[in-house]
């Protein structure tokens, strides 16, 4: 972006009428209008229905800045460069004797130090995005260009230690260096030395840009990956040179297909789903499949769709299986034709052409999947997915058998609850709230700030809700937020995970509102979305009301059209 086309995008978004300004503080040590120039917009690319306001910085005191914060802000950036750790590090202030070697690194230390405990306090009001130093590290002793310098190894260990004490901050998250290596030059010594500010504009651009993501994600990670087997998975065609003669190692020159490999089995332990999409013999390519050597477990893959229809058939069935949308879906397959097949009947699927054959392409492939599907945190939900899909599965097979008698089925369910009313921090509430569509009152999505300030609201209800049956466990899949008002719970957000459709938890959630928090009426704040057809059809079960605004739901009428529950039920209230 140039700081032309960022000022006309500032200056067109100051039009936007009605919309909530997006309140953010600027924390650096250098004068640099047009660093918040290319935040502001960045910030209003990403977030098209309101407008930024960024306070603006306390220029030469970085660190110090963050004690200046409103209390309104929802998002915090803080760039830090090597003069914020002494002015002697930087070339306006530079001081580069010898002597004061020991004195710079430990005003640098005790300044890190500061910056940790700063970010602390302010990581409790509202999220911290932080550049630490993108520039080359200073030298202040004379060595050798070749020669490791014994000072800037001593300045980096200070920064690296500081960072590792960060990464643990509830609400900071940090920058990665290398995520700005391979743009543009980043020192401009003219604008250093003329402004104070060090950083050229291409890269101010850059920097800011990557701030913005890191803060407004474009896209949430993607779910699930389907792979193709032949010259994918591994090389050779096994239905023509048989089982073995595919290969995935340096002898036959195609160790890559074996790193592929590696990395499929390092996002299925992260919770990413794995399936299978193949034209073959389902007999032979399961005999590939079942060699000892192959370096991911074949039984992570679920579903495996392994015949002669058309791929995109296939895809069909394991969307459905998975119960995902297909945008939340990479497919992976060495042909361009069958890619093109599938994105004909499937156009919001993502796909990427495996290029068998070319090692730079598949491990800038395997390094593509790390952006994709990489979580700022894996929870023990993520790591349960793909079991409980399976379970899933069976379920839908049991439940199919007892249409005549679907409670009959949820007898025999032999399902455990666990509801837990608590306003403590939860990663995981914060993440269905932002990625469940289909039992989603409303469609409404929270941002950090947002989730601290219900957190800190005396009046916030929010119930968690985690589920078992005899087909395993779900880890938790439903959660529930309102704002007490007496004896009514006005319910703001309610979300359940597809995984858990069809055991009444939502009833049960419900029952929980009205008889042991002893609410007498619940609003339902629903507004219809595209895809939340199922909490549509509940609510229309106890209430006659019209489908739009506020629903009330009195105790005695839920009582009424409630119908059996059979869950053994563990309940946690943290008073």
Sequence with gaps: ????????????????????????????????????????????????????????????????????????????????????????????????????????????????????????????????????????????????????????????????????????????????????????????????????????????????????????????????????????????????????????NLDNHSLMHAVYQQKLQALAEQGVLLAIASKNDSAIAQSGLSRTDLRVDAKLFFPQEIHWGEKSESISKILKIWNIAADSVLFIDDSAAELAEVQSVHPQILTRQFPTKDDLGVLELVRELGDLFTKDEISKEDRLRSTSIRQQALASEELG????????????????????????????????????????LNGNRLVPKEWLNLQNDESTVMLTVEYEDKFGKLGKIAVLIGTRNGSTLDVTSWILSCRAFSRRIEHLCLQILFDQLQFETVQLHYKKTDRNEPIARLIASFSQQPLSGKITLEKKTFFDYCPPLYHSLQYIHDA
């Excluded at 070339?91 to 710079?104: F, K, P, Y």
């Excluded at 949820?410 to 399902?415: C, D, G, M, V």
């Excluded at 837990?420 to 990663?427: I, K, L, N, Y």
């Design 401 to 440: 058998s007892h249409q005549a008698d679907p409670a009959e089925f949820l007898r025999q369910l032999n399902s455990k609850v666990c509801i837990e009313v608590s306003t403590r921090d939860d990663p995981r509430a914060f993440e269905l709230i932002n990625k469940t569509n289909q039992f989603n």
């Design 1 to 248: 972006m140039k700081l032309t086309d960022a000022l006309k995008i500032n200056q067109s978004a100051q039009s936007r009428e009605g919309h909530d300004p997006l309140h953010t503080a600027l924390c650096c040590g250098f004068t640099s209008l047009q660093l918040e120039q290319f935040l502001a917009a960045h910030l209003h690319n990403r977030i098209t229905d309101r407008i930024a306001e960024i306070q603006p910085p306390t220029y030469g005191d970085a660190i110090g800045a963050l004690d200046q914060i409103n209390k309104d802000c929802e998002a915090i950036f803080l760039i830090v460069e090597w003069q914020d750790l002494d002015p002697r590090l930087g070339i306006r202030q530079a001081d580069w004797r010898a002597s004061l070697v020991g004195d710079i690194l430990q005003t640098a230390c005790l300044r890190l130090e500061l910056l940790v405990d700063k970010l602390s306090s302010a990581a409790s009001h509202a999220p911290v995005y932080v550049s630490l130093p993108q520039l080359p590290t200073p030298s202040l002793l004379p060595s050798a260009k070749i020669r490791q310098d014994p000072f800037r190894t001593d300045l980096e260990c200070l920064v690296l230690d500081t960072c590792q004490k960060l990464l643990v901050i509830q609400g900071v998250s940090i920058l990665a260096k290398e995520s700005l290596s391979s743009s543009t030059s980043a020192y401009d010594l003219k604008n250093d030395i003329r402004f104070g500010s060090p950083y050229s504009i291409e890269f101010l651009s850059t920097l800011t840009g990557q701030l913005v993501d890191l803060a407004f994600p474009s896209t949430p990670p993607l779910k699930g990956l389907i792979t193709d087997l032949d010259d994918s998975l591994w090389r050779g065609i096994i239905g023509d040179s048989g089982v073995d003669k595919i290969n995935w």
